[in-house]
């Protein structure tokens, strides 16, 4: 009961800080328009005089304005369930949600509101009903970013509660196979899904108070209490909130029974199909006249979207290469003195569509190690320099792929190109991954799995193959910059 009120709390937080916002933004918006007065009316239309330019109408007007704008960035917001917890992988589509939402409020309210004036109001004069659509434009753009903001940063109060294992539900998995492992696995990885796995139950009593790894990168496992048949009794002990089912290879006839007994026993429960062996980024879920459907994702080619991130690639990398070209001479030099060889390293890798290029690092190793080898997994390894640890540190060493992303074999974000010895042993899921161009920085980059091989963590390849947009390509390369400091 008492986590039902904290999560209140925080939906009411999401709530709240909506109207505040929004009332800033128009306040602020307000205020900017008049950091430089704009040359007269008569400039642009004659027959408005100046003082119509300057102020159409008084400045507290654009506080009812501002409370009539939140009032339908409420209602779409609720449309949108924003106003509850979004579980999706870096708040992505909570946050594009809450940007194309407000701008359906204010095209509604801009309709409610000329509409009312034209059919209804029609005495009043066009001094009254007018408002400056700069003031409106800029505090839209600040409500969009403030309300984002403040949408994130309550996401991070929650996730650090979380990850402390407070407010989250305590949840029992219902079998230790692959399914269930991979489910404490992803639980582990992302705490904003407000769900903790306290151990399993498993119909093998042979496995009854043994230890599941479920993540042998991290060390991590959980016990396994007993038998399914005792079930109730391991929920009342553990003080469980919810069964997670997931037997998806088991019969019918058993799954049936499981259900029956939760249901029987007044356990809360959720049973996981059997999709595991199409790979759970490649289904989606649907709503056919009550019946829940499975189908499998199929890769679209979004060429404006591709166009687009090209543009942004290139005009973003040629910036970057601008502004840093000092740093990566002086590095150069630094790497050179440091040791012998030269101060760029390159690796033939595998881009889009299986095509080899040549990748660019500041070399951060002793020529003489074998440039095939696994990657080093500690920066005291005896291959790397000592100004190579700075650089892998840092994530500086990267910096000549910058010139990858501006000639088109990768770009900012996307998956990380392997080598070929590597993407001879892919199968056909595996090679999901080379329908895109591999990226500088990635999901996989920023998550807790980043010290492992890329090709053991093909689920966050996945998701962005099917999931990428702008939206997630700015939070990657946002949460890149945070991370930065953290690598080896």
């Not at 990850?163 to 949840?171: Q, T």
């Not at 012998?340 to 690796?347: L, V």
């Not at 290029?357 to 000592?386: C, G, W």
């Not at 070929?420 to 056909?428: S, T």
Request: glycine fraction near 6%.
């Amino acid at each position: 009961m008492f986590r039902k009120w904290i999560n209140f709390v925080f939906n009411l937080a999401r709530f709240v800080s909506d109207f505040v916002i929004i009332q800033l933004a128009f306040y602020l918006g307000f205020k900017i328009y008049f950091l430089n007065v704009p040359i007269l009316a008569m400039d642009y239309c004659p027959e408005l005089s100046p003082e119509l330019y300057y102020k159409p109408i008084p400045e507290n007007y654009y506080f009812t304005i501002a409370f009539a704008v939140w009032i339908f960035t409420a209602i779409v917001y609720s449309f949108f369930s924003l106003y509850k917890d979004d579980t999706s992988i870096l708040h992505v589509r909570e946050y594009r949600h809450a940007a194309f939402g407000y701008v359906i409020a204010c095209i509604l309210f801009l309709s409610v509101y000329y509409l009312s004036f034209t059919y209804l109001r029609t005495q009043i004069s066009v001094r009254e009903k007018l408002f400056s659509r700069r003031i409106f434009a800029f505090a839209s753009v600040i409500s969009v970013f403030g309300i984002i903001l403040a949408r994130a940063f309550i996401n991070k109060l929650k996730l650090i509660f979380h990850h402390k294992g407070k407010f989250a539900s305590r949840v029992l998995i219902y079998g230790a196979g692959v399914t269930g492992k991979l489910i404490a696995r992803r639980l582990a990885e992302f705490p904003a899904f407000g769900m903790i796995a306290i151990g399993y139950v498993d119909d093998d009593i042979s496995l009854t108070n043994t230890e599941i790894m479920y993540d042998p990168g991290r060390n991590l496992s959980l016990p396994v209490f007993g038998a399914g048949e005792k079930l109730k009794r391991h929920v009342t002990q553990n003080k469980i909130d919810e069964v997670l089912v997931a037997v998806p290879s088991g019969t019918t006839e058993q799954v049936l029974k499981i259900v029956n007994y939760c249901n029987d026993n007044d356990i809360n429960f959720k049973f996981v199909p059997n999709v595991y062996e199409i790979s759970i980024q490649r289904t989606t879920t649907s709503d056919v006249v009550g019946i829940p459907m499975i189908s499998v994702k199929k890769t679209s080619r979004r060429y404006i979207f591709l166009f687009g991130k090209r543009v942004f690639d290139f005009c973003a990398s040629l910036l970057a290469i601008t502004l840093f070209s000092p740093l990566m001479i002086l590095i150069g030099i630094l790497v050179r003195t440091g040791s012998k060889g030269p101060a760029i390293f390159s690796q033939t890798r595998i881009g889009l569509n299986g095509k080899p290029f040549k990748m660019y690092k500041f070399r951060s190793m002793f020529t003489d190690a074998n440039k095939y080898e696994v990657n080093p997994l500690n920066p005291d390894d005896k291959r790397i320099t000592k100004i190579g640890k700075i650089l892998r540190k840092t994530s500086i060493d990267e910096l000549p792929q910058l010139f990858n992303v501006l000639i088109g074999n990768m770009s900012l974000v996307g998956p990380r190109p392997e080598m070929p010895f590597i993407v001879e042993q892919y199968d056909d899921l595996h090679r999901e991954r080379l329908t895109v161009k591999p990226g500088i920085t990635g999901l996989w980059q920023i998550s807790a799995d980043r010290t492992l091989a890329i090709h053991e963590n093909m689920d966050y390849d996945l998701y962005y193959v099917h999931e990428q947009s702008f939206f997630l390509d700015i939070l990657i390369m946002i949460k890149t910059v945070f991370f930065a400091f953290k690598g080896i």
